[in-house]
């Protein structure tokens, strides 16, 4: 969680009279699945759940089937992997399709439930108390991280000019450029168009913005994860242009 927390992506351009700012975000951006279907979970635990009681303990609501154990596990080790390790452009398409082929071939080869029978011990069971506060933590960090620590840096794109600037620190830097070269990076799949709600008109994407300075000099500016990074990328260029 650390080394996620410690990335750095881009948020949604605001435009303020010839402006953009670009706001960046962690990966932990794309967790919001993870507490969304935790409190489904919660939610099914309660309609559906049966009291179990525990030696030296209260009774505890739990889901009486397995599977919604193990899909909250897959769950987590699904964004855990797919969002350090991206799967980019016809890779990310590929990996997609084997993994699609690979699970209806067993549903209809053995069926996902004749599988699970064979390792008797893979039952994952948690109670109502877990998925609420696991969710309702992960919920808060999530909403802090976005909302306020991730906002507390900022780019800036003006005609002819950019800017990174801090907001506690009130530092930054200033860059007058009129050589300005945007690349977009093929998106991932599974991150940037899946947990980005590409399918909702959002997504995400990587804009690598490189820009000559005083002296022949060359900077590049990695933004990550931007909101609606073809919307972002055309505005930069025809702001900055």
Do not use: C
């Amino acid at each position: 969680m650390a080394a996620v927390a410690n990335q750095e992506s881009s948020a949604q351009p605001v435009l303020e009279a010839e402006r953009i700012v670009v706001y960046e975000h962690s990966d932990l951006l794309y967790w919001w699945v993870v507490w969304a279907y935790g409190f489904v979970s919660a939610f099914l635990t309660r309609l559906f759940g049966r009291e179990v009681l525990l030696e030296g303990t209260r009774p505890v609501l739990i889901y009486p089937d397995a599977w919604l154990g193990i899909s909250f596990v897959l769950l987590i080790l699904f964004v855990l992997i797919f969002t350090n390790v991206r799967a980019r452009g016809v890779k990310s398409l590929i990996l997609f399709l084997v993994l699609l082929v690979i699970g209806l071939i067993i549903q209809m080869a053995y069926s996902w439930d004749e599988v699970l029978s064979f390792v008797p011990l893979l039952l994952v069971y948690m109670n109502l108390a877990f998925y609420v506060l696991f969710s309702t933590a992960l919920l808060l960090v999530w909403v802090f991280t976005t909302f306020v620590s991730d906002r507390l840096s900022r780019y800036e794109f003006a005609p002819g000019s950019i800017s990174k600037k801090m907001t506690l620190t009130e530092g930054g830097e200033n860059f007058v450029s009129r050589q300005v070269h945007t690349l977009r990076q093929s998106d991932d799949i599974f991150v940037h168009r899946l947990l980005g709600l590409w399918f909702l008109g959002f997504g995400t994407g990587d804009i690598e913005v490189s820009f000559t300075t005083p002296g022949s000099g060359q900077r590049v500016y990695l933004l990550k994860n931007v909101w609606r990074a073809a919307h972002v990328e055309r505005a930069i260029n025809r702001l900055v242009a």
